[in-house]
């Protein structure tokens, strides 16, 4: 083991999404060699009957539909623009709490066109795999040059960052900090020269700003900003 995986696992956690060195049994640690976990499909999900109607102009109901430019609400499906209902989160206030999904799970409608019932299908699907699929909806930045991700082999979030990034079209470069003692060097070199410390990884040099740990917001907004 390198002598760098102990100066990791001695610097406390950012606040953010951020791996230090992970202790065998503890949540989220990841054994050596382990594979990533499978990211969500986006537009999977069972097809379910929700505990309310889902027909018509959807009247009554909480519509979350999204585009290049983000995500919107609206109150019925005619005020959907007709190329963005296929992926509409819908809910009711009035359904009962213990009939409502578990907070992982959302309802995601088709309402493109009704069925002979004239109710439109459903399925339940992860909030993860339904955010994938507004993020997947984003314009991709171009091929960007002088991104670069410090990482290690067992951080949970670093593979998150890199997922976000692949999913933004974000080319980048992945450097593993404990199999590679200069690549420890320059992460520190760089976060030195813009004042800041890390804690643990990841840590991206995206362009020259240095982000400390899984910032996603942050991320989508200089990812944005590049593809302007």
């Not at 696992?9 to 953010?16: D, G, K, T």
């Not at 309402?111 to 459903?122: E, K, T």
């Not at 993860?128 to 991104?147: I, K, N, T, W, Y």
């Amino acid at each position: 083991m390198h002598v760098l995986r102990s100066t990791v696992a001695a610097l406390a956690l950012v606040p953010l999404l951020a791996c230090g060195n992970p202790v065998p049994g503890e949540e989220g640690a990841a054994p050596s060699g382990a594979a990533a976990p499978a990211a969500p499909k986006p537009g999977g999900g069972e097809p379910i009957k929700p505990p309310f109607a889902v027909s018509g102009d959807a009247d009554g109901l909480m519509l979350v539909w999204f585009d290049a430019e983000g995500v919107h609400t609206a109150s019925r499906r005619s005020d959907i623009p007709e190329a963005h209902r296929k992926h509409v989160r819908v809910s009711s206030l009035q359904v009962a709490p213990e009939d409502r999904l578990d907070p992982a799970h959302v309802y995601v409608a088709d309402l493109r066109q009704a069925g002979a019932d004239g109710s439109y299908p459903v399925r339940k699907q992860t909030r993860e795999a339904f955010d994938a699929l507004v993020d997947g909806a984003r314009p991709a930045a171009p091929a960007a040059s002088g991104v670069t991700l410090y990482m290690a082999s067992w951080c949970g979030a670093c593979r998150s960052a890199a997922a976000y990034m692949r999913s933004r079209g974000v080319e980048f470069v992945e450097k593993d900090i404990e199999k590679d003692a200069s690549a420890s060097a320059e992460m520190q070199r760089k976060a030195k020269a813009a004042g800041k410390t890390p804690r643990g990884v990841p840590v991206i040099d995206f362009q020259g700003e240095i982000l400390l740990g899984f910032d996603k917001a942050r991320l989508a907004t200089l990812i944005d900003r590049a593809a302007q």
